[in-house]
């Protein structure tokens, strides 16, 4: 089996304990190392090197959430810094080096994780300091987020998770101690990044049920064309949906005039996405109609049918020309030929969610549909940027975006003046929880 290409994220020293880890491994995978000076690189790392990288894996959590945030990978993974490499660190500080723990200075570790490691070890924790990941954080701000409490005399020492701050204070003479993954989470990341390719490989051979729709084709006698008509137009519409069929290896059947039902795997599927645009456009212009294809995945052949059927309902209340697919952990996915992509859930458990959303008038789907936008953009939202992006009236999304608003799913963060004349425009950013 050709092993898998991991492109590890880090820097120079972090890379080649990687590397060892894996040589006394027996884990088919391959390390391609891109190592960074600053941690504010890995954007562009990723960029360059997308297409010889199967899987990324980051050697921080920093860093990996930086670029998951820009929506530029899938398959992404971190070295998670547990409670076992803060307490080596904590006792290298403390007997190596003579320090008091109660005044040392953190960033972007885990609050939980540095409050459960003190108690773990009995040391009070109060004066200690804590700058938490935010992902506009520079390397700058680090730096001096540790010195300025350094010369304040607020901590005797820092501990910081990035290469490059830990360097800096060291050239700043500052007592700084640096925060490393250990061997156990390089092991566990592999095991992860292993089993979640056999789960890839399960989800994959799932079953797909794909509905396509040509609406109103079989009203098209009543606007003046004859039976012998219709039935041409429906074998031509039929001949272009067997050379896709032919193209996901998959099983057609129709159920009436317009519908068609094919049945495949979900890999041969998503293997083959442009097809199906194609497929959708074809169809949209040999008929002059709308079309609509829903796309369900599933473990049965019932339940991969439902997702299905859901996802035909999504594509008809679209207008149609979009190709929706439901999974079966109730995620949407919309794709047109316009090159836009939605992605959102259908469902949610957590019932003061639901019930803030209920007393908003605003339903799951949608709201999802706005944290995907605000996800995928620099821009935060305003009425007229939602009613575009949803294609609704900017009278209905500033009515979403109130109620939003009112029952804390929002929150107005400032105001934009209009090119034309008029009110100042609020600005919004929604809140996941």
Known sequence: MKKKRIGVVGPEDTQKLVSQVLEDTKYNLEVIPLQYSSFEETIEIVKKNSAMVDIWLFTGEMTYNMVKEKGLIENGYFLELSGMSLSTVLLDIAYNFGYKLERVSFDTISENELLETYQDLSIESS??????FVSSLTHQEIVSFHTSLY??????????????????????????FRLAPTRTSIL????????????????????AVVMIQVDELFHLKGEGLMAYDVHQLNLKCQEIILDYTR???????????????IFSTRGEIEANELSGLNLLEKLRILSDLTVSIGIGYGTTSFSAEKHASLAQYHAQQKNGHIIVTVDEQGKIHELTNQDTSFVYGYRTENEDLSNRLEKAGVNISTFNKLLYIQSQSNVSLTASSVAEQLEMTSRNARRILLGLEKHGLAKIIGQETPLTKGRPRSIYTILSS
């Open 188 to 207: 566990r990341a592999f095991d992860r990044i292993t089993k979640n390719g056999q789960l890839s490989h399960f989800k994959k051979s799932q079953i």
């Open 151 to 176: 010369e304040q005399k607020k901590v005797d020492v820092c501990v910081t998770a990035l290469h490059s701050v830990y360097q800096e204070l060291q050239n700043k003479q500052v007592p700084s």
């Open 127 to 132: 004066q200690t300091q804590l700058l938490p």
């Open 247 to 261: 193209k996901i290896f998959g099983s057609f059947s129709q159920k009436g005039v317009g519908t068609f039902t």
